[in-house]
Structures are given as C-alpha cells and as structure tokens.
C-alpha cells in the first residue's frame, strides 16, 4: 500500500511516516517510480513502535531499538535490555501512581470520619 493508504491505517500524519522514515524508524521498499510500499509488516511495526511511545520509552531508545532489529536476532539480548529498562520505569511510575492513591484515600477516609461525627445522627 503506498504512503496515504498506510497513513489512515496506521492513524498516523504523512509528515510523522516521512520522519519515521528519516530517523530510521521505518524502510518502506520503494516502487521503480520511487513510490514508498508498506506491507503487514510495517502495519505490525508501526504498532509495536506506537505502543513503545505509549509507555513513554524515550525517544533515542525507541531510535536505538529499531536499529537493534533492523541487525537481526544477534540484538535480542541488547533489545530485551531496553525492555527491562522500560518496565523498570513502568514499574516506578506504577508504585509512584500508587502512593498519590493511597494518600488520596486516606484523606477521603479522613474526610468520611469528619462527616460521621459531625452527622446529626450520630446514633442517637
């Protein structure tokens, strides 16, 4: 599919694909008129890149892991490192996530405390 096509499914700018493109991201083949091709597998790519993005995995890594897979499975060892680094992160936001709940439910229990004894009919 060529580069409009590939641009609503993937929901994403033709602007972004052409950087993409130019950060080594995505290597759409190229057409004998020098048209971009995309096939499933950048569909699948662009996804799994969409989801790295989504987890806040900055950008140079993201950058750092493509070039990793575009060398072939001799990387997996280095891009199962930025994983972990990421679910590392992931792990921290979650417990620091965490914490912001527990001192907002604790206020609300605090608060719940206060308009019971301060209910008009508190028992009586």
Do not use: C
Not at 50 to 67: A, C, D, N
Not at 101 to 114: E, G, P, R, S, T
């Amino acid at each position: 599919m060529e580069i409009g096509e590939f641009s609503q499914k993937v929901n994403l700018s033709i602007d972004t694909l052409r950087y993409y493109e130019k950060v080594g991201f995505l290597k759409p083949k190229r057409t004998l008129g020098n048209h971009r091709v995309y096939d499933e597998h950048d569909l699948k790519w662009v996804a799994f890149l969409k989801r790295l993005k989504q987890t806040g995995m900055p950008i140079r890594e993201i950058k750092r892991y493509s070039e990793l897979r575009s060398q072939g499975s001799s990387t997996i060892d280095e891009r199962l490192s930025l994983l972990k680094i990421q679910e590392e992160r992931l792990q921290q936001q979650a417990q620091q996530t965490q914490d912001y709940l527990d001192f907002i439910h604790h206020k609300m229990a605090v608060y719940q405390q206060m308009k019971t004894a301060e209910s008009p009919d508190n028992g009586h």
